[in-house]
């Protein structure tokens, strides 16, 4: 009767074709678990295609990247184009002359704090990176190809600031407010949230002042 079931249900088109995901995708989400759970310095190669599963290996990796380090870069500059997506999403708030410059950043802040606590992976990763040995010029340029579209924007609002500068400084605020929840030192509450936009908040009013 199952078996007779399982048939009918082939013929009418029912059953799903399971999804194949490509290698470099697979390498690409493993890199970033890996280094998330073992920081940079103790990923390997190895370590990455066992993660990666269906029966990859590490000579995988070198058809599609020249090794480690760039399929690290390319796997920061995807998450990182991802967080800052949902950075753009919001940015337009800051428009809003309705409310306080305060009450602008707190909306900010929510939105990118509620994301990177539902990525704590992909933030453990993005932070692990930046900081490291890694982290060359070429890590940079990508990187800062990835957020600048943010600064060009501010620029419409601040004519008259550095908005590249004040765009690295919010974003070195908020890794160092969210790292110690997404590795377990700090609680993930509204403390901690609220600990961040305070620093935050007192940079930016610090940095519009001078």
């Known amino acids: ?22 290698a470099d995708v697979l390498l690409l989400d493993a890199v970033v678990r890996v280094v998330a759970k073992k920081g940079v310095e103790g990923t390997s190669t190895r370590a990455i295609a066992a993660e990666a599963g269906h029966g990859l290996t590490d000579t995988v990796i070198y058809r599609f990247f020249s090794g480690k380090e760039e399929l690290m870069l390319k796997a920061f500059v995807r998450e990182s184009r991802a967080f800052m997506q949902q950075v753009e999403l919001v940015l ?53 190809a990835v957020w600048q579209p943010i600064a060009d924007k501010l620029k419409e609002l601040l004519p008259d600031t550095d908005a590249e500068t004040l765009v690295y400084m919010a974003l070195e605020a908020t890794a160092s407010a969210i790292y110690p929840v997404c590795v377990g030192w700090r ?17 930016v009013n610090e940095f519009l002042s001078k």
């Open 1 to 22: 009767m199952a078996n007779e079931s399982a048939k009918k249900r082939k013929r009418r088109g029912y059953e799903q074709t399971p999804v194949k995901i490509p």
């Open 92 to 144: 337009p708030g800051l428009w809003e002359n309705k409310i306080s410059r305060e009450q602008r950043l707190r909306f900010l802040w929510h939105t990118v704090w509620t994301w990177l606590g539902q990525h704590k992976e992909a933030c453990t990763f993005m932070i692990r990176y930046y900081y490291s040995a890694s982290f060359d010029e070429n890590a940079k340029t990508g990187y800062q």
């Open 187 to 203: 609680p993930d509450g509204a403390g901690a949230s609220e600990y961040g936009f305070r620093r935050l908040i007192g940079l």
